[in-house]
C-alpha cells in the first residue's frame, strides 16, 4: 500500500471511530455554557461527580444500577459456565453424529430472535412471581447465553488433549474423576474468558431488561430511561454513559487474547 | 478409544444443559402459542379464545410488512458497510507502521461501548438544534438535516450508528483471517506481477473465503435481532417509520398492550428465523469442515 494512501486512510479511520467517543467525553464534561461546540471553553466533572456521589439536582447516583447489573450478570453467567461445563467437555470427547447433532442444534438457537419469546417469558415469569427479582432476569440470560457458553467452552476443550485422560483411565480413574482432577483444572483459562463473554453479553441487554425490571432496573434500561424523558439532561445522561462503559473496558482488556473466539461466540477458533 | 460405558457417562454431563435448553423452549413457545390464540389485549379489555384470527390479522397487516422489510433492509445495508469498511481496517492495520499496535485498540473502542450508550451518543450528536452534526454542517453552510426526526431520515440515521458501532467486530474477524494467509503465497503473487486492488481482489479475497463467509453469515443473523439502536434513537418513529420487527412486536406488547396479537407476530418471525438460520448452518457446513 502507497504511503500517502495509508495516511490518508489512517486518518479517515481515526475521523470516524473517534470523533463521536471524542463528543462523548467533551459533552459529558462540558459545563453549560459551552454546550454544543467542538471544543467547550469551560470544563467541569460534575456530572461525574452527581453521578459517583449521588443527587444535586434529582440525579440519583448510579451505584444502585450498577449493582443490579452486576448482580445478574454475575449469577447468569456462573449458572452458565455450571452448565456448559460438563456439556461442552462431552461434546469435544463424544464424535457420534448424534453429539455432533445436539452441538449444532445449539448453534441455531444461538441465532433464535430473543424477542420472539418475550411475550411468552413476560407472562410465565409474571405467573411464577419472578418479574423484578435477580433471579428471573439471570434465568432468562442463562438459557440465551447457554448456547454460547457449550460453543466458547467446547472449543478450549478440543485443545486439551485427550490422551491426558486416557493415562489417567488407564491407572483406573473413572471419566467424571478424570474431568475433575485433569480437565477442569486445565480449563481454568477457558472457563475465565467463557464467563467474561457471557458477562459481556448479558451486561448489555436492553430489551428483556427493560420489560422483566421495574425496580432492580439494570444499567441499559436505566440509560434508556433519561432518552424518553421530554428533554433529558444531556451531560448527565453522557456521563452515566461513559461510566457504565468502564467495566466494559476492563473486561475487554482481560479478554482480549481471545477476542476473535468471544466475539463470534465460538464460531471462528483463533 | 472411548468404552461404552464413558460413553454413556458423557451422555449424562450433557442431560442437565440440554435439559434446561428444552424447557427454556418448549415452555415459552407452547405458552407463546397458547396466548397468539386469544385476543388478549389490555386496552381493549378483552381475552377469550379467537383461534387462529390473529394469524390472519398478521398476515395481512401492512405494518408487519413494512418492518419486514425495513429489517431486510437493515441487515443487508449495515453487513455490506461493515464488510467493506472492516476489510478496508484490516487492510491497513496488516501493513507494517508504526503506531500499529495503537491504531488497533483505537479501532476496536466503538464495540467496548455499550450499545445503549452509543445510541444515546448518536441521538445526542443527531440532535436538531444542539447536536454536533448539525453544528458542524451549519459552519461549513450546509442546511440543518432533521435525522432522527423526519420520516426519511430516521432509519438511515439509525443504519450509520449500527455501522460505527460493530464495523470493529468485523474488522477483529477479517484481520485474524488476513493475518492467518501464508505470506509465501501472497509474496509469490506480488512476484508474479500481482499488485494493489488485483492482490486484495484475485488472491486475499479468495483465500479468506471461509473467513468472510462465516463472519458475513453471523453478523448478518444478529443484526436481524437488533433492537437497542432503533428502539432507543428513534423508537420506531416518527410514526412507523423506522420500525423493524422487535420494535414493531415490542410496541404492540408493551405500549399498546395486545398480547394476543403481537405473541402471533413473534411466532411468525420465530418460524421465518428459525427456517433462515438453517438454511445459513447447512451453507456453512457443506463449505467448512471447521465450524
Known amino acids: 500500500m502507497n504511503k500517502y494512501l495509508r495516511s490518508f486512510l489512517i486518518l479517515l479511520i481515526v475521523i470516524w471511530t473517534v470523533g463521536p467517543l471524542y463528543e462523548l ?15 467547550p471553553t469551560k ?8 453521578i459517583l456521589f449521588g443527587a444535586r439536582f434529582g440525579a440519583q447516583s448510579i451505584w444502585p444500577f450498577m449493582a443490579h447489573s452486576i448482580i445478574v450478570c454475575t449469577v447468569a453467567s456462573l449458572a452458565v459456565i455450571l452448565f456448559s461445563l460438563p456439556c461442552a467437555y462431552s461434546f469435544s470427547r463424544l464424535k457420534s453424529k448424534a453429539s455432533q447433532g445436539v452441538y449444532l442444534g445449539y448453534f441455531v438457537l444461538r441465532m433464535l430472535p430473543s424477542i420472539a419469546l418475550l411475550v411468552p417469558w413476560y407472562f410465565i415469569l409474571r405467573s411464577l412471581r419472578l418479574i423484578d427479582t435477580y433471579g428471573g432476569l439471570s434465568l432468562i440470560y442463562l438459557l440465551f447465553q447457554l448456547p454460547v457458553g457449550i460453543w466458547l467452552m467446547k ?32 480449563a481454568g483459562n477457558g472457563i475465565s474468558v467463557t464467563a467474561v463473554f457471557v458477562f459481556l453479553y448479558s451486561y448489555i441487554e436492553l430489551m428483556y431488561a427493560s420489560v422483566l ?30 461510566i457504565s462503559t468502564v467495566p466494559m473496558i476492563l473486561l475487554f482488556m482481560f479478554a482480549q487474547r481471545h477476542m476473535t473466539r468471544g466475539i463470534t461466540g465460538g464460531a471462528l477458533k483463533y | 478409544m472411548i468404552l461404552q460405558r464413558q460413553r454413556r457417562t458423557y451422555w449424562l454431563l450433557t442431560l442437565p444443559a440440554i435439559l434446561i435448553t428444552l424447557v ?16 388478549m389485549d389490555l386496552l381493549a379489555d378483552t381475552n377469550r379464545y379467537v383461534g387462529l384470527a390473529n394469524y390472519g390479522k398478521v398476515l395481512s397487516d401492512p405494518d408487519f410488512y413494512f418492518s419486514l422489510l425495513r429489517n431486510v433492509e437493515y441487515v443487508v445495508v449495515v453487513v455490506f458497510f461493515n464488510f467493506v469498511i472492516g476489510f478496508a481496517m484490516a487492510l491497513v492495520c496488516n501493513e507494517k507502521f508504526a503506531g500499529n499496535r495503537v491504531l488497533r485498540a483505537v479501532i476496536i473502542l466503538p464495540m467496548v461501548v455499550i450499545p445503549t450508550a452509543a445510541a444515546i451518543l448518536w441521538r445526542f450528536m443527531y440532535n436538531y438544534d444542539i447536536g454536533v452534526i448539525n453544528n458542524v454542517a451549519n459552519s461549513l453552510h450546509i442546511l440543518r438535516v432533521d435525522w432522527l426526526g423526519s420520516p426519511r431520515m430516521a432509519l438511515i440515521s439509525v443504519l450509520i450508528t449500527d455501522i ?17 494467509l501464508p505470506a509465501e503465497t ?13 492482490l486484495i481482489w484475485m488472491v486475499m479475497l479468495p483465500m ?16 436481524f435481532r437488533t433492537f437497542d439502536y432503533v428502539w432507543v434513537m428513534t423508537g420506531g418513529g416518527p410514526g412507523s417509520s423506522s420500525d423493524i420487527l422487535s420494535t414493531y412486536i415490542y410496541k404492540s406488547a408493551f405500549k399498546n398492550l395486545a398480547y394476543g396479537y403481537s405473541a402471533a407476530i413473534s411466532l411468525v418471525v420465530l418460524v421465518f428465523t428459525v427456517a433462515l438460520s438453517f438454511s445459513v448452518l447447512r451453507g456453512l457446513i457443506v463449505k467448512q469442515e471447521n465450524l
Do not use: C
Not at chain 2, 24 to 39: A, D, E, K, M, Y
Not at chain 2, 168 to 175: C, D, E, H, T, V
Open chain 1, 25 to 39: 467525553i467533551v459533552m459529558s464534561t462540558a459545563a453549560s455554557g459551552s454546550f454544543s461546540t467542538l471544543l
Open chain 1, 43 to 50: 470544563i467541569t466533572l460534575r456530572y461525574y461527580a452527581d
Open chain 1, 155 to 186: 472449543g478450549f476443550f478440543d485443545t486439551i488433549p485427550v490422551e491426558l485422560e486416557e493415562s489417567a483411565w488407564i491407572e483406573g480413574a473413572s471419566v467424571l474423576t478424570a474431568f475433575r482432577e485433569i480437565i477442569i483444572p486445565l
Open chain 1, 213 to 242: 425490571t421495574r425496580q432492580k432496573i439494570t444499567l441499559p434500561p436505566y440509560l434508556a430511561g433519561f432518552v424518553s424523558q421530554y428533554e433529558p439532561h444531556w451531560q448527565l445522561t453522557l456521563a452515566v454513559s461513559v
Open chain 2, 24 to 39: 427454556g423452549l418448549v415452555w415459552p413457545i407452547s405458552r407463546g402459542v397458547q396466548i397468539s390464540f386469544t385476543n
Open chain 2, 164 to 180: 460505527w458501532a460493530w464495523t470493529p467486530w468485523m474488522f477483529l474477524i477479517l484481520l485474524a483471517g488476513l493475518e492467518g
Open chain 2, 186 to 198: 501472497i509474496e509469490a503473487a506480488r512476484i508474479d506481477g500481482a499488485s494493489g486492488l488485483r
Open chain 2, 208 to 223: 479468506m473465503r471461509p473467513i468472510y463467509r462465516v463472519a458475513i453469515s453471523l453478523k448478518a443473523i444478529d443484526t
